[in-house]
């Protein structure tokens, strides 16, 4: 009984190095996508508002040529009130004349919140290039330092699946489905008993259970948390 409890120990060991190695094999590939997802969310939002500050910009440009070729008809129709000769066209005239102002200030006013506007893009744009810029390098070495730790878990996990295989050969099949049920359901197995207690849960084991844990005849199981006891 004493070499089950050695194996199934050894399996335990071997059992939590390969659960920490595909934990890792998990979590660094996703911590990486996540990093990647989140350069690329950052670089949608440059773009966009990249697109904004170019259709700001044609804006402002649609408003200036307006206010040119307003002002240049204001300057001909002044040019043309000296040859007008009927009052009722005069005032006619005259109207056109004070509409287009009036539209110009109108534009002259958009021209000043588009050009606000563009001013905070702008500094907006610049403000998150700088910062993509650095988080770009950040990322390419937690990227890098991931990789490398993926790497390195792969490399392991071969040898520790070949060790466990090797423990499982000298293992009693009988013995096997109880293990791996209490292991599945705890994370682990086994619990070492010291002082009549389970030294995993802190319950106290009675004493004559607690015997037979010392006598090592057969696998005792804690009766709080069901793990298989041994004694050192
Ligand atoms: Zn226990």
Do not use: W
């Amino acid at each position: 009984m004493q070499e089950h409890i050695e194996s199934l120990q050894k399996l335990q060991t071997v059992d939590l190095r390969i659960r920490e190695l595909t934990e890792g094999l998990t979590r660094y590939p996703n911590e990486i996508n996540n990093l990647k997802k989140d350069l690329l969310e950052k670089e949608g939002s440059i773009k966009l508002k990249e697109t904004n500050l170019a259709e700001l910009k044609t804006q402002r440009d649609d408003l200036e040529s307006s206010l040119l070729s307003n002002q240049e008809s204001i300057k001909k129709s002044e040019e043309r009130l000296f040859a007008i000769k009927t009052h009722k066209e005069y005032e006619a005239l005259q109207k056109e004349i004070t509409d287009t102002r009036r539209e110009n200030l109108e534009i002259e006013d958009r021209t000043i919140l588009v050009m606000t506007e563009i001013e905070e893009t702008e500094s907006a744009l610049a403000e998150e290039k700088e910062n993509y810029a650095s988080l770009e390098g950040q990322y390419a070495q937690e990227i890098a330092e991931k990789e490398k730790k993926i790497e390195e878990l792969e490399i392991s996990r071969k040898p520790a699946e070949k060790e466990k295989s090797e423990i499982l050969s000298t293992i009693d099949p009988k013995v096997l489905p109880l293990y791996e049920k209490i292991f599945k359901r705890n994370g682990r197995a086994l619990a070492l008993a010291e002082n009549e207690k389970c030294t995993s849960c802190n319950m106290n084991i009675p004493p004559q259970l607690y015997n037979e844990v010392l006598k090592r005849t057969k696998l005792i199981q804690c009766p709080n948390c069901k793990k298989i006891l041994y004694t050192k």
